[in-house]
């Protein structure tokens, strides 16, 4: 049966110690077929260096010169991308193997939804596993009518884990450049307006929770702040 292709990207900045890890995990992916995207946004040599090094004919990499911003950074990588559908990685996260099998899976199964997402494993900064996030309904498809108003509250998925068909995200002109710490969260925000979301009982990811430089009080209250804006921007425009 023929298979789509996908592409897993990622943007990597000033992060050429955990880079190599999550490289590593993109790498090891066996869905065909696959290719693989990273954008070194800012030019780092440790990490240019790495990807030069890398003979795997199903990646491709380029660098912009100085750093673009962090939600910027994910539209500029997955505009590159040929895929029917993708997944952005963080450069701190690992994907497991056999990372998005099952949410293409689904997505082919039901062009209503427009991403799907998984269960993943909480590390700490030496990889250690702390903690795991698992659905307690397994796998489900839910309306987006059903889904927006939740996620006004919070993001209610895991991007590291999230496939997004192209198309949509292609409809909604990807993530808010100005959306800030919440800038995932504004893409499925949209996403719901018009397209269905999902959810594969797999374990997708490694997801890296910074024990030794936690977010201080000032980082905290600035995301507060932006994720009230971006709710309440929806809000003044909810879908009809």
Not at 208 to 218: E, L, S
């Amino acid at each position: 049966m023929h298979k789509p292709l996908v592409s897993l990207c990622m943007a990597t900045c000033l992060r050429s110690d955990l880079f190599a890890a999550s490289l590593r995990g993109l790498l090891a992916q066996v869905y065909e077929p696959l290719e693989i995207l990273v954008l070194v946004d800012g030019a780092n040599e440790q990490s240019i260096a790495l990807l030069d090094s890398c003979n795997d004919t199903r990646l491709r990499w380029f660098a912009t010169p100085k750093p673009s911003g962090m939600v910027r950074a994910w539209n500029v990588v997955c505009k590159e991308s040929k895929g029917k559908y993708f997944l952005f990685c963080a450069d701190d996260d690992i994907l497991l193997p056999n990372a998005i099998e099952h949410h293409v899976k689904l997505l082919e199964e039901n062009p209503r939804v427009g991403f799907c997402h998984g269960d993943f494993i909480f590390i700490d900064d030496e990889d250690r596993e702390i903690g795991r996030w698992i659905s307690h309904e397994g796998t489900w498809i839910k309306s987006c009518k059903q889904e927006w108003p939740r996620y006004l509250v919070q993001t209610r998925c895991c991007m590291q884990t999230t496939v997004v068909r192209r198309k949509a995200w292609d409809d909604v002109n990807g993530w808010d450049e100005d959306a800030g710490n919440p800038g995932d969260n504004s893409l499925y925000l949209k996403l719901l307006r018009d397209w269905d979301v999902a959810h594969v009982s797999h374990i997708t990811c490694k997801y890296r929770i910074r024990t030794k430089n936690p977010d201080n009080w000032v980082k905290k209250y600035r995301n507060l702040r932006e994720y009230h804006a971006l709710a309440i921007k929806h809000l003044c425009a909810p879908p009809s």
